[in-house]
């Protein structure tokens, strides 16, 4: 269970569009769904990094937060990004999933990998 104290990172959840320009071409925008989502925000560790890759997928950041409704569909929250704005320097980590801790309402990790796969 989160404690108050443990979340000090304030956070965005933003969906991707795809839209189309003045030539028709394809244009990847992202919207603001959720801001201002205090979490916590934790790099994981080698061991812990070598465990999430051995099932074919790369994590560097678990990020939790507070169970919110919106949150709720993990495929949903998997077509999401994160944006963290840490010291002045913006942050941007690709969701891969999302697990509603013991399924109680209550809390949501989600691991994601930093960088932009979607421009």
């Known amino acids: 269970m989160l404690r108050p104290g443990e979340l000090r990172h304030q956070i965005a959840f933003q969906t991707r569009d795809l839209t189309q320009d003045a030539v028709g071409q394809q244009v990847t925008t992202w919207t603001n769904y959720m801001t201002g989502v205090w979490s916590k925000v934790v790099a994981l560790t080698g061991r812990e990094l070598l465990v999430a890759q051995s099932a074919q997928n790369e994590f560097t950041h678990m990020i939790s937060v507070r169970y919110s409704a ?48 979607y421009v």
């Open 70 to 117: 919106l949150l709720a569909d993990p495929k949903k929250v998997a077509g999401m990004r994160v944006v963290w704005v840490n010291g002045g320097v913006t942050r941007y980590f690709d969701i891969t999933t999302s697990m509603n801790i013991d399924e109680r309402n209550r809390q949501i990790d989600i691991l994601a990998a930093e960088g932009l796969k």
